[in-house]
Protein backbone atom coordinates (compact mmCIF):
# COMPACT_ATOMS: atom_id res chain seq x y z
CA UNK A 1 0.00 0.00 0.00
CA UNK A 2 1.27 3.23 -1.07
CA UNK A 3 0.47 6.28 1.11
CA UNK A 4 1.47 9.98 -0.76
CA UNK A 5 1.40 12.71 2.05
CA UNK A 6 1.34 16.18 0.59
CA UNK A 7 4.37 15.41 -1.58
CA UNK A 8 6.50 18.62 -2.98
CA UNK A 9 9.26 18.77 -5.54
CA UNK A 10 11.80 21.41 -6.48
CA UNK A 11 14.53 21.35 -8.37
CA UNK A 12 16.92 24.61 -8.65
CA UNK A 13 13.52 26.48 -7.28
CA UNK A 14 11.35 25.31 -10.00
CA UNK A 15 8.66 23.49 -7.91
CA UNK A 16 7.99 20.52 -10.37
CA UNK A 17 5.42 19.12 -7.50
CA UNK A 18 3.15 20.65 -5.12
CA UNK A 19 1.28 19.19 -2.62
CA UNK A 20 -0.07 15.73 -4.31
CA UNK A 21 -1.93 13.43 -1.95
CA UNK A 22 -3.43 10.43 -2.63
CA UNK A 23 -3.50 6.51 -0.97
CA UNK A 24 -3.15 3.49 -3.48
CA UNK A 25 -4.94 0.43 -1.73
CA UNK A 26 -3.32 -3.24 -2.74
CA UNK A 27 -5.54 -4.11 -5.68
CA UNK A 28 -6.00 -0.61 -7.19
CA UNK A 29 -4.66 0.32 -10.51
CA UNK A 30 -4.51 4.06 -10.61
CA UNK A 31 -3.47 6.13 -13.73
CA UNK A 32 -1.63 8.96 -14.11
CA UNK A 33 -2.38 11.12 -16.63
CA UNK A 34 -1.36 14.91 -17.71
CA UNK A 35 0.36 17.08 -20.06
CA UNK A 36 3.64 17.12 -20.75
CA UNK A 37 6.08 18.51 -17.82
CA UNK A 38 3.24 18.25 -15.82
CA UNK A 39 4.99 16.14 -13.48
CA UNK A 40 4.31 12.58 -14.33
CA UNK A 41 7.64 11.31 -14.90
CA UNK A 42 8.85 13.06 -11.41
CA UNK A 43 6.43 11.56 -9.20
CA UNK A 44 7.13 8.01 -10.61
CA UNK A 45 10.56 8.50 -9.93
CA UNK A 46 9.57 9.64 -6.26
CA UNK A 47 7.24 6.93 -6.08
CA UNK A 48 10.39 4.49 -6.46
CA UNK A 49 12.17 6.28 -4.25
CA UNK A 50 14.71 7.18 -7.13
CA UNK A 51 14.13 11.07 -6.08
CA UNK A 52 12.88 11.89 -2.73
CA UNK A 53 11.10 14.36 -2.23
CA UNK A 54 11.79 18.11 -0.93
CA UNK A 55 8.45 18.41 1.18
CA UNK A 56 5.58 16.15 2.28
CA UNK A 57 6.64 11.80 2.54
CA UNK A 58 5.97 8.54 0.91
CA UNK A 59 4.69 5.57 2.92
CA UNK A 60 5.31 2.17 2.04
CA UNK A 61 3.24 -0.63 3.87
CA UNK A 62 3.01 1.85 6.50
CA UNK A 63 7.07 2.96 6.68
CA UNK A 64 8.46 6.22 5.48
CA UNK A 65 9.98 5.14 2.08
CA UNK A 66 13.43 7.23 3.52
CA UNK A 67 13.69 4.36 6.25
CA UNK A 68 13.75 1.26 3.73
CA UNK A 69 16.57 0.20 2.78
CA UNK A 70 17.62 -0.17 -1.07
CA UNK A 71 17.69 -4.32 -0.85
CA UNK A 72 14.27 -4.55 0.53
CA UNK A 73 12.73 -2.13 -1.06
CA UNK A 74 13.60 -4.01 -4.47
CA UNK A 75 12.10 -7.51 -2.71
CA UNK A 76 8.39 -5.11 -2.39
CA UNK A 77 8.18 -3.12 -5.96
CA UNK A 78 9.13 -3.38 -9.19
CA UNK A 79 9.83 -0.02 -11.48
CA UNK A 80 9.55 -0.31 -15.13
CA UNK A 81 11.20 3.79 -16.93
CA UNK A 82 10.90 5.63 -20.22
CA UNK A 83 14.35 4.05 -21.21
CA UNK A 84 15.33 1.08 -21.65
CA UNK A 85 18.56 1.38 -24.01
CA UNK A 86 21.07 -1.84 -23.98
CA UNK A 87 23.68 -1.64 -26.44
CA UNK A 88 25.31 -5.67 -25.19
CA UNK A 89 24.21 -8.36 -26.20
CA UNK A 90 22.53 -9.73 -23.00
CA UNK A 91 19.99 -12.82 -24.26
CA UNK A 92 16.14 -12.02 -23.32
CA UNK A 93 16.22 -14.37 -21.01
CA UNK A 94 19.29 -12.79 -18.99
CA UNK A 95 17.78 -9.63 -19.01
CA UNK A 96 14.72 -11.24 -17.34
CA UNK A 97 16.28 -13.38 -14.62
CA UNK A 98 17.83 -9.39 -13.57
CA UNK A 99 14.43 -8.93 -12.17
CA UNK A 100 15.69 -12.14 -9.93
CA UNK A 101 18.59 -10.71 -8.69
CA UNK A 102 17.57 -9.28 -5.28
CA UNK A 103 16.50 -12.65 -4.07
CA UNK A 104 19.27 -14.82 -5.00
CA UNK A 105 23.05 -14.82 -4.01
CA UNK A 106 25.55 -16.05 -6.52
CA UNK A 107 23.16 -19.13 -8.16
CA UNK A 108 19.54 -19.09 -9.81
CA UNK A 109 17.66 -21.47 -7.93
CA UNK A 110 15.20 -23.73 -10.18
CA UNK A 111 12.29 -21.64 -8.95
CA UNK A 112 13.94 -18.37 -10.41
CA UNK A 113 13.89 -19.95 -13.69
CA UNK A 114 10.43 -21.20 -12.96
CA UNK A 115 9.13 -17.51 -12.70
CA UNK A 116 11.07 -16.05 -15.58
CA UNK A 117 9.74 -19.05 -17.79
CA UNK A 118 5.92 -18.12 -16.98
CA UNK A 119 6.86 -14.05 -16.96
CA UNK A 120 8.20 -14.54 -20.42
CA UNK A 121 5.09 -16.68 -21.40
CA UNK A 122 2.92 -13.85 -19.54
CA UNK A 123 4.23 -10.82 -21.64
CA UNK A 124 4.01 -13.24 -24.97
CA UNK A 125 7.96 -13.55 -25.55
CA UNK A 126 8.21 -17.14 -24.64
CA UNK A 127 9.53 -17.87 -28.14
CA UNK A 128 12.26 -14.77 -28.36
CA UNK A 129 13.95 -16.34 -24.99
CA UNK A 130 17.42 -16.81 -26.21
CA UNK A 131 17.33 -14.25 -28.68
CA UNK A 132 19.78 -10.89 -28.26
CA UNK A 133 18.34 -7.92 -26.86
CA UNK A 134 19.49 -5.27 -28.85
CA UNK A 135 18.09 -7.47 -31.66
CA UNK A 136 14.66 -6.92 -30.65
CA UNK A 137 12.09 -4.10 -31.61
CA UNK A 138 11.31 -1.47 -29.46
CA UNK A 139 8.07 -2.98 -28.95
CA UNK A 140 9.29 -6.36 -27.96
CA UNK A 141 12.51 -4.86 -25.82
CA UNK A 142 9.77 -3.15 -23.93
CA UNK A 143 7.64 -6.23 -23.40
CA UNK A 144 10.97 -7.88 -21.83
CA UNK A 145 11.69 -5.09 -19.38
CA UNK A 146 7.72 -5.52 -18.27
CA UNK A 147 8.57 -9.48 -17.89
CA UNK A 148 11.66 -8.05 -16.21
CA UNK A 149 9.76 -5.79 -13.56
CA UNK A 150 7.13 -8.76 -13.31
CA UNK A 151 9.75 -11.42 -12.23
CA UNK A 152 10.63 -9.18 -9.87
CA UNK A 153 7.17 -9.02 -7.77
CA UNK A 154 5.90 -12.58 -9.22
CA UNK A 155 5.31 -13.64 -5.51
CA UNK A 156 5.49 -10.92 -3.36
CA UNK A 157 1.86 -10.49 -1.53
CA UNK A 158 0.55 -6.97 -2.49
CA UNK A 159 4.03 -5.81 -4.29
CA UNK A 160 4.02 -2.58 -6.30
CA UNK A 161 4.45 -1.96 -9.60
CA UNK A 162 5.22 1.36 -10.56
CA UNK A 163 4.94 1.87 -14.89
CA UNK A 164 6.33 5.21 -16.66
CA UNK A 165 4.59 5.06 -20.14
CA UNK A 166 4.64 1.24 -20.12
CA UNK A 167 3.32 0.76 -23.65
CA UNK A 168 5.37 2.97 -25.30
CA UNK A 169 6.22 1.47 -29.14
CA UNK A 170 3.99 -1.66 -28.48
CA UNK A 171 1.47 -2.25 -31.37
CA UNK A 172 -2.41 -2.57 -30.50
CA UNK A 173 -2.56 -5.86 -29.80
CA UNK A 174 0.71 -5.75 -26.72
CA UNK A 175 -0.82 -2.87 -25.47
CA UNK A 176 -4.41 -4.38 -24.58
CA UNK A 177 -1.99 -7.17 -23.34
CA UNK A 178 -0.26 -4.88 -20.83
CA UNK A 179 -3.15 -3.12 -19.33
CA UNK A 180 -5.22 -6.62 -19.43
CA UNK A 181 -1.98 -7.97 -17.28
CA UNK A 182 -2.21 -5.04 -15.02
CA UNK A 183 -5.29 -5.50 -14.10
CA UNK A 184 -5.20 -9.10 -13.75
CA UNK A 185 -2.52 -8.53 -11.08
CA UNK A 186 -4.43 -5.46 -9.78
CA UNK A 187 -6.84 -8.39 -9.42
CA UNK A 188 -4.24 -10.38 -7.09
CA UNK A 189 -3.89 -7.85 -5.11
CA UNK A 190 -0.62 -5.59 -6.48
CA UNK A 191 -0.84 -2.29 -6.46
CA UNK A 192 -0.10 -0.23 -9.77
CA UNK A 193 0.28 3.26 -10.48
CA UNK A 194 1.22 3.67 -14.42
CA UNK A 195 1.57 7.13 -15.90
CA UNK A 196 -0.51 6.48 -19.08
CA UNK A 197 -0.75 8.34 -22.34
CA UNK A 198 -3.86 7.71 -23.83
CA UNK A 199 -6.94 8.67 -21.78
CA UNK A 200 -8.90 5.92 -23.38
CA UNK A 201 -6.56 3.56 -21.82
CA UNK A 202 -7.07 4.95 -18.84
CA UNK A 203 -10.96 5.83 -18.85
CA UNK A 204 -11.01 1.79 -20.13
CA UNK A 205 -8.77 0.22 -17.43
CA UNK A 206 -7.69 2.72 -14.15
CA UNK A 207 -9.79 2.11 -11.21
CA UNK A 208 -8.47 5.70 -10.25
CA UNK A 209 -7.02 8.29 -12.19
CA UNK A 210 -4.78 11.23 -10.71
CA UNK A 211 -5.16 14.11 -13.28
CA UNK A 212 -1.68 16.75 -12.72
CA UNK A 213 -1.02 20.02 -14.29
CA UNK A 214 1.56 22.13 -14.05
CA UNK A 215 2.44 19.51 -10.84
CA UNK A 216 -0.42 20.14 -9.17
CA UNK A 217 -3.17 17.20 -8.57
CA UNK A 218 -6.38 18.87 -10.26
CA UNK A 219 -8.52 16.26 -10.16
CA UNK A 220 -8.55 12.78 -8.31
CA UNK A 221 -10.92 10.02 -8.54
CA UNK A 222 -12.95 7.42 -10.51
CA UNK A 223 -12.20 7.85 -14.10
CA UNK A 224 -15.51 8.76 -14.77
CA UNK A 225 -15.31 11.54 -12.40
CA UNK A 226 -11.98 12.89 -13.84
CA UNK A 227 -12.33 12.36 -17.56
CA UNK A 228 -14.82 14.56 -18.24
CA UNK A 229 -14.92 16.87 -20.90
CA UNK A 230 -14.56 20.39 -18.88
CA UNK A 231 -11.45 18.48 -17.20
CA UNK A 232 -9.84 17.57 -20.34
CA UNK A 233 -10.19 20.55 -22.28
CA UNK A 234 -9.00 22.45 -19.02
CA UNK A 235 -5.80 20.39 -18.56
CA UNK A 236 -4.79 19.67 -22.34
CA UNK A 237 -6.09 22.67 -24.09
CA UNK A 238 -8.00 20.58 -26.37
CA UNK A 239 -11.70 20.47 -26.44
CA UNK A 240 -13.08 16.67 -26.87
CA UNK A 241 -16.28 14.71 -26.83
CA UNK A 242 -17.18 11.65 -24.97
CA UNK A 243 -19.13 9.27 -26.91
CA UNK A 244 -21.33 6.36 -25.99
CA UNK A 245 -21.64 3.94 -28.55
CA UNK A 246 -23.83 1.55 -28.28
CA UNK A 247 -21.91 -1.45 -29.49
CA UNK A 248 -19.23 -0.50 -26.82
CA UNK A 249 -19.09 -1.10 -22.70
CA UNK A 250 -17.53 1.45 -22.29
CA UNK A 251 -17.44 5.50 -23.86
CA UNK A 252 -14.63 6.93 -26.18
CA UNK A 253 -13.15 10.40 -25.72
CA UNK A 254 -12.31 11.63 -29.41
CA UNK A 255 -11.23 15.33 -30.30
CA UNK A 256 -14.11 17.86 -30.68
CA UNK A 257 -12.10 19.71 -33.62
CA UNK A 258 -13.38 20.90 -37.07
CA UNK A 259 -11.52 18.31 -39.83
CA UNK A 260 -8.59 20.15 -41.32
CA UNK A 261 -10.10 21.18 -44.29
CA UNK A 262 -7.63 20.45 -47.03
CA UNK A 263 -9.06 23.46 -49.78
CA UNK A 264 -7.93 25.93 -49.14
CA UNK B 1 -7.59 -15.94 -29.64
CA UNK B 2 -6.02 -12.88 -28.42
CA UNK B 3 -2.57 -13.72 -27.49
CA UNK B 4 -0.23 -16.56 -26.53
CA UNK B 5 -0.47 -15.31 -23.08
CA UNK B 6 -4.32 -15.67 -22.35
CA UNK B 7 -4.29 -19.58 -21.97
CA UNK B 8 -0.94 -20.36 -20.34
CA UNK B 9 -1.20 -21.16 -16.57
CA UNK B 10 0.47 -18.59 -13.99
CA UNK B 11 0.92 -21.18 -11.12
CA UNK B 12 4.44 -22.24 -11.09
CA UNK B 13 4.61 -25.78 -12.35
CA UNK B 14 5.21 -28.18 -9.79
CA UNK B 15 8.97 -28.31 -10.02
CA UNK B 16 8.98 -32.27 -9.88
CA UNK B 17 6.98 -32.91 -12.83
CA UNK B 18 9.17 -31.06 -15.65
CA UNK B 19 12.37 -30.94 -16.91
CA UNK B 20 14.77 -29.08 -15.12
CA UNK B 21 15.45 -25.63 -16.25
CA UNK B 22 19.11 -24.56 -17.10
CA UNK B 23 20.45 -21.16 -17.79
CA UNK B 24 22.78 -21.69 -20.62
CA UNK B 25 26.11 -20.05 -19.07
CA UNK B 26 29.32 -20.04 -20.65
CA UNK B 27 31.44 -19.35 -17.55
CA UNK B 28 32.27 -23.54 -16.73
CA UNK B 29 33.42 -23.90 -20.41
CA UNK B 30 35.12 -20.37 -20.35
CA UNK B 31 37.31 -20.71 -17.37
CA UNK B 32 37.99 -24.49 -18.52
CA UNK B 33 39.49 -23.40 -22.00
CA UNK B 34 41.02 -20.16 -20.72
CA UNK B 35 42.34 -21.71 -17.76
CA UNK B 36 44.63 -24.97 -19.79
CA UNK B 37 45.23 -21.93 -22.62
CA UNK B 38 47.14 -19.97 -19.81
CA UNK B 39 48.98 -23.37 -18.48
CA UNK B 40 49.87 -23.79 -21.85
CA UNK B 41 51.42 -20.03 -22.06
CA UNK B 42 53.03 -20.50 -18.71
CA UNK B 43 55.06 -23.68 -19.55
CA UNK B 44 55.65 -21.95 -23.02
CA UNK B 45 56.93 -18.71 -22.09
CA UNK B 46 58.77 -20.86 -19.31
CA UNK B 47 61.10 -22.55 -21.64
CA UNK B 48 61.30 -19.85 -24.13
CA UNK B 49 64.79 -17.29 -24.08
CA UNK B 50 68.26 -16.33 -24.67
CA UNK B 51 68.70 -19.96 -23.13
CA UNK B 52 66.23 -22.61 -24.49
CA UNK B 53 64.52 -25.30 -21.79
CA UNK B 54 63.28 -28.01 -23.21
CA UNK B 55 59.85 -29.97 -21.63
CA UNK B 56 61.73 -32.50 -20.19
CA UNK B 57 64.64 -30.66 -19.02
CA UNK B 58 61.39 -28.54 -16.99
CA UNK B 59 59.78 -31.56 -15.65
CA UNK B 60 63.14 -32.55 -14.09
CA UNK B 61 64.03 -29.12 -12.77
CA UNK B 62 60.61 -28.73 -10.90
CA UNK B 63 60.80 -32.33 -10.10
CA UNK B 64 64.16 -32.31 -8.20
CA UNK B 65 63.07 -29.33 -6.22
CA UNK B 66 59.51 -31.04 -4.85
CA UNK B 67 61.60 -33.84 -4.37
CA UNK B 68 60.26 -36.58 -6.90
CA UNK B 69 63.79 -37.45 -8.12
CA UNK B 70 67.37 -37.01 -6.41
CA UNK B 71 69.26 -36.45 -8.98
CA UNK B 72 69.47 -34.92 -12.46
CA UNK B 73 71.42 -34.35 -15.72
CA UNK B 74 69.88 -30.65 -17.04
CA UNK B 75 72.86 -27.94 -16.42
CA UNK B 76 72.66 -25.97 -13.07
CA UNK B 77 72.50 -22.99 -15.07
CA UNK B 78 69.45 -23.81 -16.49
CA UNK B 79 68.05 -24.62 -13.43
CA UNK B 80 69.15 -21.13 -11.91
CA UNK B 81 67.42 -19.63 -14.98
CA UNK B 82 64.27 -20.75 -14.27
CA UNK B 83 64.09 -20.41 -10.47
CA UNK B 84 65.00 -17.04 -9.84
CA UNK B 85 65.07 -15.57 -13.17
CA UNK B 86 62.62 -17.17 -15.29
CA UNK B 87 59.80 -18.39 -13.13
CA UNK B 88 59.35 -14.67 -10.83
CA UNK B 89 58.58 -13.16 -14.79
CA UNK B 90 56.02 -15.48 -15.51
CA UNK B 91 54.21 -15.15 -12.38
CA UNK B 92 54.58 -11.07 -12.71
CA UNK B 93 53.17 -11.48 -16.09
CA UNK B 94 50.12 -13.30 -14.90
CA UNK B 95 49.52 -11.05 -12.29
CA UNK B 96 49.65 -8.10 -13.75
CA UNK B 97 47.92 -9.15 -16.93
CA UNK B 98 44.84 -10.61 -14.27
CA UNK B 99 44.68 -7.04 -13.12
CA UNK B 100 44.38 -5.15 -15.78
CA UNK B 101 42.53 -6.98 -17.50
CA UNK B 102 39.77 -7.50 -14.57
CA UNK B 103 39.98 -3.94 -13.98
CA UNK B 104 39.19 -3.19 -17.20
CA UNK B 105 36.31 -5.57 -17.49
CA UNK B 106 34.47 -4.21 -14.14
CA UNK B 107 35.31 -0.44 -15.31
CA UNK B 108 33.63 -0.75 -18.60
CA UNK B 109 31.10 -2.25 -16.65
CA UNK B 110 30.73 0.88 -14.40
CA UNK B 111 30.58 3.58 -16.94
CA UNK B 112 28.78 1.56 -18.99
CA UNK B 113 31.32 2.82 -21.78
CA UNK B 114 33.09 0.14 -23.68
CA UNK B 115 36.01 2.21 -24.30
CA UNK B 116 36.53 2.44 -20.62
CA UNK B 117 40.12 1.15 -18.99
CA UNK B 118 41.71 2.08 -15.76
CA UNK B 119 43.68 5.10 -17.56
CA UNK B 120 40.02 7.19 -17.27
CA UNK B 121 40.32 7.44 -13.42
CA UNK B 122 43.84 8.29 -13.37
CA UNK B 123 45.53 5.35 -12.15
CA UNK B 124 48.00 5.17 -14.88
CA UNK B 125 48.58 9.07 -15.28
CA UNK B 126 48.81 9.63 -11.34
CA UNK B 127 51.60 6.54 -11.42
CA UNK B 128 53.22 7.95 -14.24
CA UNK B 129 53.67 11.66 -12.95
CA UNK B 130 54.90 10.54 -9.45
CA UNK B 131 57.31 7.71 -10.97
CA UNK B 132 58.39 10.62 -13.46
CA UNK B 133 58.93 12.88 -10.20
CA UNK B 134 61.23 10.17 -8.68
CA UNK B 135 63.00 9.15 -11.75
CA UNK B 136 63.94 13.50 -11.82
CA UNK B 137 65.04 13.33 -8.12
CA UNK B 138 66.93 10.58 -8.24
CA UNK B 139 69.31 11.07 -10.98
CA UNK B 140 69.66 14.33 -9.77
CA UNK B 141 69.84 14.26 -5.62
CA UNK B 142 69.68 10.73 -4.62
CA UNK B 143 72.06 9.26 -7.12
CA UNK B 144 74.09 7.53 -3.85
CA UNK B 145 70.80 5.95 -2.98
CA UNK B 146 69.99 4.72 -6.62
CA UNK B 147 70.22 1.47 -6.35
CA UNK B 148 67.89 1.44 -3.83
CA UNK B 149 65.32 3.89 -4.04
CA UNK B 150 65.26 3.65 -7.87
CA UNK B 151 63.73 -0.26 -7.72
CA UNK B 152 61.62 0.26 -4.72
CA UNK B 153 60.99 3.59 -4.20
CA UNK B 154 59.43 4.11 -7.86
CA UNK B 155 57.10 0.73 -7.13
CA UNK B 156 55.97 2.61 -3.85
CA UNK B 157 55.93 6.27 -4.94
CA UNK B 158 54.11 5.03 -8.13
CA UNK B 159 51.12 3.12 -6.52
CA UNK B 160 50.52 6.46 -4.38
CA UNK B 161 50.12 8.05 -7.07
CA UNK B 162 47.91 5.92 -8.72
CA UNK B 163 45.92 6.12 -5.19
CA UNK B 164 46.06 9.69 -5.03
CA UNK B 165 45.25 10.48 -8.44
CA UNK B 166 42.01 8.07 -8.53
CA UNK B 167 40.76 9.46 -5.00
CA UNK B 168 41.14 12.94 -5.99
CA UNK B 169 39.17 12.00 -9.12
CA UNK B 170 36.35 10.44 -6.98
CA UNK B 171 36.12 12.94 -4.89
CA UNK B 172 35.67 15.83 -7.59
CA UNK B 173 33.01 14.07 -9.10
CA UNK B 174 31.26 13.74 -5.57
CA UNK B 175 31.76 17.46 -5.18
CA UNK B 176 30.83 18.74 -8.76
CA UNK B 177 28.40 15.83 -9.53
CA UNK B 178 24.99 14.48 -8.71
CA UNK B 179 26.99 11.13 -8.09
CA UNK B 180 26.38 9.55 -11.16
CA UNK B 181 28.41 8.12 -13.46
CA UNK B 182 29.19 10.37 -16.27
CA UNK B 183 30.74 13.15 -13.89
CA UNK B 184 33.31 10.62 -12.67
CA UNK B 185 34.52 10.56 -16.77
CA UNK B 186 34.42 13.51 -17.47
CA UNK B 187 36.58 14.63 -13.94
CA UNK B 188 38.90 11.77 -14.78
CA UNK B 189 39.24 12.97 -18.26
CA UNK B 190 39.76 16.56 -16.93
CA UNK B 191 42.24 15.21 -14.25
CA UNK B 192 44.27 12.92 -16.68
CA UNK B 193 44.98 15.54 -19.04
CA UNK B 194 45.99 17.96 -16.16
CA UNK B 195 48.50 15.14 -14.63
CA UNK B 196 49.37 14.54 -18.09
CA UNK B 197 50.76 18.33 -18.41
CA UNK B 198 52.86 17.85 -15.24
CA UNK B 199 54.19 14.72 -16.39
CA UNK B 200 54.88 16.87 -20.32
CA UNK B 201 56.14 19.98 -17.94
CA UNK B 202 58.79 17.55 -15.91
CA UNK B 203 60.25 15.82 -18.89
CA UNK B 204 60.50 19.38 -21.19
CA UNK B 205 62.63 19.96 -18.03
CA UNK B 206 64.42 16.29 -17.77
CA UNK B 207 67.94 16.38 -19.17
CA UNK B 208 69.15 13.41 -21.34
CA UNK B 209 69.78 10.01 -19.09
CA UNK B 210 66.39 11.02 -17.03
CA UNK B 211 64.04 11.24 -20.68
CA UNK B 212 65.98 7.56 -20.92
CA UNK B 213 64.40 6.03 -17.74
CA UNK B 214 60.95 8.78 -18.07
CA UNK B 215 60.38 6.82 -21.71
CA UNK B 216 61.44 3.66 -20.59
CA UNK B 217 59.34 3.53 -17.49
CA UNK B 218 56.40 4.75 -19.38
CA UNK B 219 56.25 2.12 -22.28
CA UNK B 220 56.90 -0.32 -19.97
CA UNK B 221 58.63 -3.61 -18.96
CA UNK B 222 58.40 -6.60 -16.33
CA UNK B 223 61.91 -6.39 -16.40
CA UNK B 224 62.85 -5.93 -13.02
CA UNK B 225 61.26 -9.12 -12.01
CA UNK B 226 61.91 -11.09 -9.12
CA UNK B 227 60.53 -13.14 -6.23
CA UNK B 228 60.23 -9.83 -4.52
CA UNK B 229 57.93 -7.90 -6.87
CA UNK B 230 55.94 -11.45 -7.36
CA UNK B 231 54.76 -10.86 -3.93
CA UNK B 232 55.04 -7.62 -3.46
CA UNK B 233 52.03 -7.41 -6.37
CA UNK B 234 50.33 -10.96 -5.15
CA UNK B 235 48.25 -9.30 -2.60
CA UNK B 236 46.71 -6.14 -4.26
CA UNK B 237 45.64 -8.08 -7.72
CA UNK B 238 44.96 -11.18 -5.63
CA UNK B 239 42.14 -8.86 -3.64
CA UNK B 240 40.95 -7.52 -6.91
CA UNK B 241 40.57 -10.91 -8.96
CA UNK B 242 38.99 -12.52 -5.84
CA UNK B 243 36.65 -9.58 -5.28
CA UNK B 244 35.35 -8.49 -8.04
CA UNK B 245 33.10 -11.44 -9.40
CA UNK B 246 31.01 -10.42 -5.92
CA UNK B 247 29.99 -7.39 -8.39
CA UNK B 248 29.09 -9.23 -11.25
CA UNK B 249 25.40 -8.92 -10.41
CA UNK B 250 25.29 -5.22 -9.65
CA UNK B 251 27.32 -4.68 -13.08
CA UNK B 252 24.75 -6.53 -14.94
CA UNK B 253 21.88 -4.56 -13.63
CA UNK B 254 24.10 -1.20 -14.31
CA UNK B 255 23.51 -2.52 -18.19
CA UNK B 256 19.51 -1.46 -17.03
CA UNK B 257 20.27 2.19 -16.42
CA UNK B 258 21.00 3.60 -13.12
CA UNK B 259 17.63 4.23 -12.09
CA UNK B 260 16.47 0.76 -12.86
CA UNK B 261 19.29 -0.58 -11.28
CA UNK B 262 18.49 1.37 -7.93
CA UNK B 263 14.93 0.01 -8.35
CA UNK B 264 16.46 -3.27 -7.95
CA UNK B 265 18.37 -2.97 -5.09
CA UNK B 266 22.02 -1.86 -6.56
CA UNK B 267 23.44 1.53 -4.35
CA UNK B 268 25.40 2.81 -7.11
CA UNK B 269 27.57 5.19 -4.79
CA UNK B 270 28.63 2.46 -2.84
CA UNK B 271 29.06 -0.07 -6.06
CA UNK B 272 31.26 3.03 -7.86
CA UNK B 273 33.46 3.21 -4.60
CA UNK B 274 34.23 -0.42 -4.63
CA UNK B 275 35.20 -1.28 -8.32
CA UNK B 276 37.29 2.00 -8.12
CA UNK B 277 38.99 0.74 -5.06
CA UNK B 278 39.55 -2.77 -6.50
CA UNK B 279 40.29 -1.78 -9.71
CA UNK B 280 43.27 0.51 -8.55
CA UNK B 281 44.54 -2.17 -6.21
CA UNK B 282 44.61 -4.09 -8.76
CA UNK B 283 46.18 -1.58 -11.61
CA UNK B 284 48.02 0.52 -9.12
CA UNK B 285 50.14 -2.30 -8.26
CA UNK B 286 50.94 -3.18 -11.44
CA UNK B 287 52.05 -0.41 -12.92
CA UNK B 288 54.08 0.19 -10.20
CA UNK B 289 56.18 -2.56 -10.90
CA UNK B 290 55.72 -2.83 -14.71
CA UNK B 291 55.38 1.15 -16.04
CA UNK B 292 52.46 1.39 -18.21
CA UNK B 293 51.10 -1.20 -19.93
CA UNK B 294 48.29 -0.25 -22.06
CA UNK B 295 45.47 -1.73 -24.28
CA UNK B 296 45.57 -5.22 -22.45
CA UNK B 297 42.49 -3.40 -20.21
CA UNK B 298 40.93 -1.83 -22.95
CA UNK B 299 41.26 -4.73 -25.36
CA UNK B 300 40.76 -8.15 -23.39
CA UNK B 301 37.09 -7.62 -22.10
CA UNK B 302 35.89 -7.11 -25.94
CA UNK B 303 37.76 -10.48 -26.93
CA UNK B 304 35.55 -12.05 -23.76
CA UNK B 305 32.47 -10.38 -24.81
CA UNK B 306 32.91 -11.35 -28.12
CA UNK B 307 33.45 -14.90 -27.46
CA UNK B 308 31.44 -15.49 -24.20
CA UNK B 309 28.85 -12.81 -23.95
CA UNK B 310 28.74 -10.06 -21.73
CA UNK B 311 27.36 -11.31 -18.51
CA UNK B 312 29.68 -10.02 -16.24
CA UNK B 313 29.49 -13.35 -14.26
CA UNK B 314 31.91 -14.44 -17.02
CA UNK B 315 33.20 -11.61 -18.31
CA UNK B 316 35.48 -10.62 -15.27
CA UNK B 317 37.02 -14.12 -14.67
CA UNK B 318 37.49 -14.33 -18.60
CA UNK B 319 39.36 -11.07 -19.00
CA UNK B 320 41.22 -11.53 -15.87
CA UNK B 321 42.40 -15.59 -17.30
CA UNK B 322 42.76 -13.75 -21.10
CA UNK B 323 44.67 -10.71 -19.39
CA UNK B 324 47.28 -13.40 -18.28
CA UNK B 325 47.58 -15.23 -21.00
CA UNK B 326 48.03 -11.84 -23.17
CA UNK B 327 50.63 -10.71 -21.02
CA UNK B 328 52.81 -13.83 -20.47
CA UNK B 329 52.56 -13.96 -24.36
CA UNK B 330 53.29 -10.60 -24.61
CA UNK B 331 56.13 -10.44 -22.01
CA UNK B 332 57.62 -13.53 -23.89
CA UNK B 333 57.84 -11.81 -27.25
CA UNK B 334 59.08 -8.86 -25.79
CA UNK B 335 62.47 -10.55 -24.33
CA UNK B 336 62.78 -12.74 -27.49
CA UNK B 337 62.22 -10.69 -30.48
CA UNK B 338 65.35 -8.52 -30.50
CA UNK B 339 67.62 -10.53 -28.25
CA UNK B 340 70.12 -10.13 -25.88
CA UNK B 341 68.39 -6.54 -26.26
CA UNK B 342 64.64 -5.89 -24.98
CA UNK B 343 61.45 -4.14 -26.36
CA UNK B 344 59.36 -2.53 -24.05
CA UNK B 345 56.69 -4.23 -23.62
CA UNK B 346 53.62 -1.44 -23.60
CA UNK B 347 54.87 -1.00 -27.55
CA UNK B 348 53.93 -4.37 -28.60
CA UNK B 349 50.70 -4.23 -26.74
CA UNK B 350 49.79 -1.35 -28.35
CA UNK B 351 51.43 -2.54 -31.93
CA UNK B 352 49.63 -6.13 -31.35
CA UNK B 353 46.63 -4.59 -29.87
CA UNK B 354 45.59 -1.94 -31.96
CA UNK B 355 44.90 -4.53 -35.55
CA UNK B 356 43.35 -6.65 -33.29
CA UNK B 357 40.78 -4.78 -31.23
CA UNK B 358 40.05 -3.30 -34.99
CA UNK B 359 39.36 -6.22 -35.78
CA UNK B 360 36.48 -7.24 -33.42
CA UNK B 361 35.18 -3.83 -34.24
CA UNK B 362 34.69 -5.36 -37.66
CA UNK B 363 33.33 -8.33 -36.71
CA UNK B 364 31.13 -6.56 -34.00
CA UNK B 365 29.63 -4.84 -36.71
CA UNK B 366 29.03 -8.01 -39.50
CA UNK B 367 27.64 -9.66 -36.97
CA UNK B 368 24.70 -6.41 -36.41
CA UNK B 369 24.26 -6.64 -40.19
Redesign the interface.
Known amino acids: MIEVRHVGFEMRNKSLLKDISFNVQPGQFWAVVGANGAGKSTLIKILSAELSPTSGSVLLDGKDLKKHKLRDLAKMRAVLSQQNVISLSFTVQEIVLMGRYPFYEVEPTQKDLEIVEVCLKKVGIGALKNQSYPTLSGGEQQRVQLARALAQIWEIKNGVLLLDEPTTGMDLLHQFETFHLAKELAAKGFSIVAVVHDLNQALQYADQVLMLKNGRSYAIGTPEEVLNERIIKDVFGLPVKIVQSENLSYPVIVPDVPMVSMDY | M????AK?P?Q??N?ASVK?????SSTGKMSWILGSLLFACVVFSACTGALSISLAELWEIIALKLGFIQETRVEEQKSIVFWVIRLPRVCLAVLIGAGLGIAGASLQGLFRNPIADSTLIGVTSGASLFAVFVIMLNVKYFSALNEWVGVYGISFVAFVGAALTTLLVYQLSKITGDGGVTTLLLCGIAINAFVGAMTGLMTYLADDAQLRSITFWNLGSLGGANWTSVLAVLPFVGISVFFMPYLS?AL??L???E??A??????LKVLKRKVIILATLGVGASVAVAGTIGFVGLVVPHII?TAF???HKTLLIGSALAGSIVLTLADTLSRTIVAPSELPIGILTALLGTPFFLYILWEQKRK?L
Open positions: LAEIEDLTARLQLPKNLVLGSQGSLGVNRGPNR
